[in-house]
């Protein structure tokens, strides 16, 4: 079946960058885009961008462009979220999600904490 | 950006009672409206895509309508299980947006 499965937990002070990956496995891994999602406690999601698996295009949403870079590995099936320049409120859970449009597949998640 | 409206923020409901909550959006966005739930704890689970796909695994009580601006997710006959928070998200346009979440709570 298809999985999902994001690095742990991270604690990071602020102004560092933090890396998340995602390793994907049941699909093919070029056929499907990946997206990140975050959700800070008690907030919404807060899509963040998405890159394609197939040739490695990004598209990032406003918010963050010149902060975040997504890339991938297609050797390993394994996505990758790098922020840059955290601030606390940057602390939240980074979700990736893949599976076509509707994003039918999901990570466990990620808690990035950014704290002084 | 689109913004996701959702109705209602909270509902309090009774075991096998019909649950209706509703998406709002800003712009239309075709078909290309999602809803997920999530847990405490969990990640988010789709439930329904592209408006009123229903997804194998999903149970047959929820389903989806509407296109353009509104949509609908409808539980009949509520579980206990189903107590979470409903969310939906739209991929029709970049930056792609969520609603702010419909948490529901039984009495």
């Known amino acids: 079946q298809v999985q999902l499965v994001q690095s742990g937990t991270e604690v990071k002070t602020p102004g560092a960058s933090v890396k998340v990956s995602c390793k994907a496995s049941?699909?093919?891994?070029?056929?499907?885009?990946i997206i990140w999602v975050r959700q800070a406690p008690g907030q919404v999601f807060e899509w963040m961008g998405w890159i394609s698996a197939y040739n490695g295009n990004t598209n990032y949403a406003p918010k963050f462009q010149g902060r975040v870079t997504m890339t991938t590995d297609t050797s390993t099936s394994t996505a990758y979220l790098e922020l840059r320049s955290l601030r606390s409120d940057d602390t939240a859970v980074y979700y990736c999600a893949s599976g076509g449009s509707a994003h039918d597949y999901w990570g466990q998640g990620t808690l990035v904490t950014v704290s002084s | 950006e689109i913004v996701l409206t959702q109705s209602p923020d909270f509902q309090s409901v009774t075991p096998k009672e019909k649950v209706i909550i509703t998406c709002r959006a800003s712009?239309?966005?075709?078909?290309?409206l999602h809803w997920f739930q999530q847990k405490p704890d969990q990640s988010p689970k789709l439930l329904i895509k592209f408006a009123s796909q229903s997804l194998s695994g999903v149970p047959s009580r929820f389903s989806g309508g509407g296109s353009g601006t509104d949509f609908t997710l409808i539980i009949n006959s509520l579980e206990p299980e189903d107590v979470a928070t409903y969310y939906c998200h739209q991929s029709d346009a970049s930056p792609n947006t969520f609603g702010q979440g419909t948490k529901l709570e039984i009495k």
């Open positions: 049941g699909y093919t891994f070029t056929t499907y885009g």
């Open positions: 712009q239309s966005v075709g078909s290309n």
